[in-house]
């Protein structure tokens, strides 16, 4: 796998600080790095324009403070307006260090680039209007706003986001990226990333920004059946099961059979019909159940059917219905479930913490890889290593979409066999096809995107 973006809390964020740093040398080292590395992109950004500094009293602030002496010796035309005088050593340090006038924070001229250093990873409670009202007045005010580590206002573990907070066109992140820059809704205002390396050391490997994948190795002696056979097993609604089993086959599927229960032919295409209970299903690699299932007793009885024959597979739609509140019975199965909020909710009950949180508690319940759909779509596995992906696009949000998404995700795990690698595939795929679209989307064009 090629390397991905890590993606730290605020307390690893904390803790890799302090080991990178030992001792307050170092750690002003990292202010600096961070402060002046901003400043270098600011001011190409800013391209002659007056910029306008908000600092905060903590460690925000002091970035803030370090970006505007950094400004001022390029020869940008830089003010700083405060919140608070400064409330740390380091914040105090960086204010001495910019030396010049510093306004309150309500009394300040508006410039054309407006700079939010007021709170980062330490944001811990809602906004006053003492700081809400002169934030929204100056952003307003503004052409460009650019937000140092975060904006303020959005939670850095969880992406939640303070109302009425102003909306960010760039963010630079300093060291690492934080969950708060990926998870909606606070992604929404996060603008362009851009991220700031300080020399901090690197997090241990539990979360991760999904990327772009390598591309599943075909041989090229690889006969259909080496690259991978997906069965759809299908219920009353046979159009989802169709489109699923055409994103299996688009998706890579050397060969696709939708195993309807009683035998009916479809369309004469390259998909195969055969009853489900004729197929050899030992040699398949990946079943996919659950769209268009139905949740009547035919479908239950399908849904036990092939639950029963451990085979790997992709377990979305109907089946977080006829499975609600036991996901224990997915334990002892190689499979990936691909719910949507209301699925993942019927299927797991109300579980607590951030969008990662839960998702790594679901994968605990199920065993099993967990894919929580969204415009922020989390994948977590059993044992804590998840994916944040937020390549994608609202367009995807259409009726059908996630039966194409099963489909993909199966032939990417009938190809490569890791279920967590063949989740972040798959949905990279789904997501930049949906990228790719245009506004008059429907689930069918995705097919001809992949
Ligand atoms: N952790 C790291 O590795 C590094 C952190 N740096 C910077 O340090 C930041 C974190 O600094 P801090 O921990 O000091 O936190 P912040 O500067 O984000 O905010 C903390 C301060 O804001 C106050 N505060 C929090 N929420 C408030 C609210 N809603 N209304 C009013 N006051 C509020 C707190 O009481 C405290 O004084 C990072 O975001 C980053 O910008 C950088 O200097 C470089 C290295
Ligand atoms: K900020």
Redesign the pocket.
């Known amino acids: 796998m090629t390397s991905r973006d890590p993606v730290a809390t605020a307390e690893q ?2 803790r ?2 302090d080991r990178t740093a030992n001792g307050g040398e170092g750690l002003w080292r ?2 600096k790095a ?1 402060g002046e590395g901003a400043a270098r992109h600011a001011a190409i950004r800013a391209a002659g324009r007056g910029v306008l500094v908000l600092a ?8 803030g403070y370090v970006m505007a002496s950094a400004l001022k010796r390029f020869g940008v035309n830089v003010a700083v307006a405060a919140l608070a005088s400064p ?2 050593d ?1 914040c105090k340090r960086a204010a001495e260090l910019w030396g010049g006038p510093v306004q309150p924070l309500d009394q300040a001229k508006s410039r054309p680039v407006l700079v939010d250093a007021l ?10 209007a003492d ?1 809400l009202k002169p934030l929204l007045t100056h952003a307003e005010a503004a052409e460009l706003v650019l937000a ?3 904006p303020s206002g959005v939670g850095s573990d969880d992406g939640t986001l303070l109302p009425d907070a102003p909306r960010c066109d760039e963010t630079y992140a ?2 690492w990226l934080k969950p708060g820059h990926l998870l909606q809704p606070g992604a929404d205002h996060v603008g362009r990333i851009t991220r700031v390396d ?1 020399g ?1 050391a690197p997090p241990s490997p539990e979360l991760f920004r999904n990327q772009a994948p390598e591309k599943a190795a075909v041989a090229p002696t690889a006969h259909k059946y080496d690259r991978g056979h997906v069965v759809v097993a299908a219920g009353a609604m046979p159009g989802a099961a169709f489109l699923s089993a055409r994103a299996a086959q688009r998706g890579g599927a050397g060969f696709v059979t939708i195993g309807a229960e009683n035998g009916d032919q479809g369309p004469p295409t390259s998909i195969v019909y055969r009853a489900l209970h004729d197929l050899d299903l030992d040699r398949v690699d990946v079943i996919i159940a659950g769209p268009g299932l139905g949740r009547d007793d035919h479908a239950a009885e399908i849904a036990a059917f092939v639950l029963e024959q451990q085979r790997a597979m992709v377990i979305d739609g109907d089946m977080f219905s006829l499975f609600a509140g036991e996901p224990k019975r997915f334990r002892d199965l190689d499979a990936i479930l691909t719910p949507h909020e209301g699925e993942f909710g019927r299927l797991f009950g109300e579980l607590n913490g951030s969008k990662i949180d839960r998702v790594r508690r679901a994968a605990d319940l199920c065993g099993s890889v967990v894919v929580l759909k969204g415009r922020d779509t989390v994948i977590a596995a059993p044992g804590g290593r998840a994916i944040i992906n937020d390549h994608a696009h609202p367009r995807l949000a259409v009726a059908g979409s996630g039966d194409v998404l099963a489909g993909i995700v199966a032939a990417e795990f009938a190809m490569r066999g890791d279920a967590f690698v063949a989740a972040c595939a798959g949905v990279w795929r789904q997501g930049d096809a949906g990228l790719r679209a245009t506004d008059s989307l429907i689930a069918e064009d995705l097919l001809d995107l992949l």
């Open positions: 964020m904390r890799l600080e990292l202010m961070a905060g009293p903590g460690n925000n602030g002091g970035d409330g740390t380091l709170f980062g990873t330490g944001l811990s409670r809602t906004l006053g700081v140092l580590d975060l300093f060291g300080i901090l």
